[in-house]
């Protein structure tokens, strides 16, 4: 699992100039299986320049918004109370909101 996180971070650090631009880290990774009430994700765990954790998802639609970033230990309040359409929205809210 934690294979598949890490092959799947560095796959999203490459094929985007505009994360250079942000001040975060990555810090680990998860694969969340789908199980009731819960959908199937990867789960990437960054830290910004404010010290703070956050936790971006990215999940397995086929439609619609795919990443939501969100602030332990507020697990049912995105930030920015909405999913965003890509991975670089995402650590934005996280890490600037």
């Given amino acids: 699992m934690k294979t598949i996180a890490t092959a799947l971070l560095s796959i999203a650090l490459l094929i985007s100039p505009a994360l250079a631009q942000l001040d ?3 810090i680990g990774g998860m694969h969340q299986p789908a199980a009731k009430n819960v959908e199937k994700a990867n789960i990437i765990a960054i830290r910004c ?3 703070k ?3 971006i ?3 397995f639609r086929s439609s619609g918004p795919n990443y939501r970033a969100i602030e332990p230990p507020k697990w049912g309040n995105p ?4 999913d965003y359409p890509n991975f670089e929205d995402a650590v934005h809210a996280a890490c600037y909101t």
């Fill in 49 to 51: 320049s404010d010290g």
């Fill in 57 to 59: 998802y990215s999940y």
């Fill in 79 to 82: 930030i920015g109370g909405m």
């Fill in 24 to 26: 975060f880290i990555v």
């Fill in 53 to 55: 954790k956050y936790f």
